[in-house]
Nanobody, 115 residues
Framework: QVQLVESGGGLVQAGGSLRLSCAAS????????MGWYRQAPGKQRELVAG???????TYVDSVKGRFTISRDNAKNTVYLQMNSLKPEDTGAYLC?????????WGQGTQVTVSS
């Protein structure tokens, strides 16, 4: 089992920044990819950013150049640095971890960007 705990969400004005953290614990040996998904009201959940064990990253087009995903393997933590936030970035941000068999989800942290 893998447990994921997110933190760092909040209310911020457009143009501001937030850094989300996802602390992972449990059986992490088989985890090969971690990422952040966004769930906005009335919209499908979407992958915002992902990072592999090798450090390869991927981003949805709408956040490229503004968001950066990183990981600290010593702390078993993945971060999402979000700059130049826009109202359309509002939503619940959920941490995700994948191994060859299963995927795991955190409870999510709310990000609200006011205009």
């Amino acid at each position: 089992q893998v447990q994921l705990v997110e933190s760092g969400g909040g209310l911020v004005q457009a143009g501001g920044s937030l850094r989300l953290s996802c602390a992972a614990s449990g059986s992490l040996g088989s985890i090969n990819t971690m990422g952040w998904y966004r769930q906005a009201p009335g919209k499908q959940r979407e992958l915002v950013a992902g990072i592999t064990n090798g450090g390869s990253t991927t981003y949805v087009d709408s956040v490229k150049g503004r968001f950066t995903i990183s990981r600290d393997n010593a702390k078993n933590t993945v971060y999402l640095q979000m700059n130049s936030l826009k109202p359309e970035d509002t939503g619940a941000y959920l941490c995700n971890a994948k191994d060859p068999v299963w995927e795991y989800w955190g409870q999510g942290t709310q990000v609200t960007v006011s205009s």
